[in-house]
């Protein structure tokens, strides 16, 4: 009986690991242009073993500040798994940069730094094989629900920031969305983000607080925040906001500028499971 059951175990194991070299298989099979390495397989069957929380190593990124030595490892937390594929977002905050490069009402689907992730970024992060792997996400972009903000049209996307909603369905979870909403307002370490060397010597504010959340940065959403106006010295000037997670993992709904010098990059990506 013992022996009939570690058999039946060893065939599951065996039917699961074939389905999915079979989807491996599917999901190159549109792109003559790309032949399947080595690389791209174990990767595949690196994802397949992620669960919630766990840490893969996936593309290459300056990081450490030393230029000699080359780019390091970027290594990536799994935050989620949908029909999208797995959701990865970076461990660190892996640059500092500007929403957008100028101050003026903008949108995720026209900013200078949706066209920086999904050019110079994703093409030099990542090889042909890793590019494979990661799916093009139907971006919903969605209002900003503490403002009524428009936040622009839904996007394809390779690589993303989070949305606001994103922030609350991952970190914030709560049937109730009115107590997700003011829970994402508190601090919260799920939410912390240290910046690499490199991040801070382009600029990341950090927290220098002794607490948790020391060494930890601002980083940008995708969500529009709060657009208005103030007074200066009596003139009227527009005020474009972007939302972001504080250094101490709150949610700024309002959010800072859309030229601020002193935010984080985040990246997400979805692998393609399917």
């Known amino acids: 009986m ?3 059951i570690i058999i039946n ?7 699961a690991n074939f389905t999915f070299a079979s989807n491996i298989i599917n999901n190159v099979k549109n792109n003559s242009d790309f032949k399947i390495t080595d690389e791209y397989i174990k990767l595949s069957f690196d994802f397949l073993k992620l669960n919630i929380g766990d840490v893969i190593e996936f593309g290459k990124y300056e990081q450490d500040a030393n230029f000699y030595n080359g780019k390091e490892n970027i290594e990536w937390i799994l935050i989620d798994k949908n029909e999208q594929g797995l959701l990865l977002t970076t461990k660190y905050l892996l640059d500092c940069k500007p929403f957008n490069i100028f101050h003026r009402k903008v949108f995720w689907e026209d900013s200078s730094i949706r066209s920086w992730l999904n050019n110079e970024f994703y093409n030099n992060a990542f090889s042909n094989s890793e590019k494979e792997l990661i799916n093009t996400a139907y971006l919903i972009n969605d209002e900003n629900p503490y403002h009524k903000t428009f936040s622009g049209n839904n ?3 390779k690589v993303f920031l989070l949305s606001i909603s994103e922030v609350l369905n991952i970190y914030n979870k709560n049937q109730n969305l009115e107590i997700s909403k003011r829970d994402a307002l508190t601090l919260d370490i799920k939410k912390l983000c240290k910046p690499t060397q490199f991040a801070k010597n382009n600029g990341v504010r950090v927290n220098i607080s002794p607490a948790i959340y020391n060494g930890c940065g601002n980083y940008f959403l995708r969500t529009a925040g709060l657009f208005g106006e103030r007074k200066w010295y009596g003139n009227v000037t527009a005020e474009f906001y972007q939302s972001i997670i504080t250094e101490d993992g709150r949610l700024s709904s309002k959010g800072t500028g859309v ?3 002193d935010d984080g990059i985040r990246p997400c990506v979805y692998i393609k499971i399917n």
Do not use: C, G, R
Request: aromatic share 24%; no cysteine.
């Open 2 to 4: 013992k022996k009939k």
């Open 9 to 15: 175990i060893f065939l599951l194991f065996l039917f």
């Open 155 to 157: 996007t394809y996307d």
């Open 259 to 261: 030229h601020s010098l």
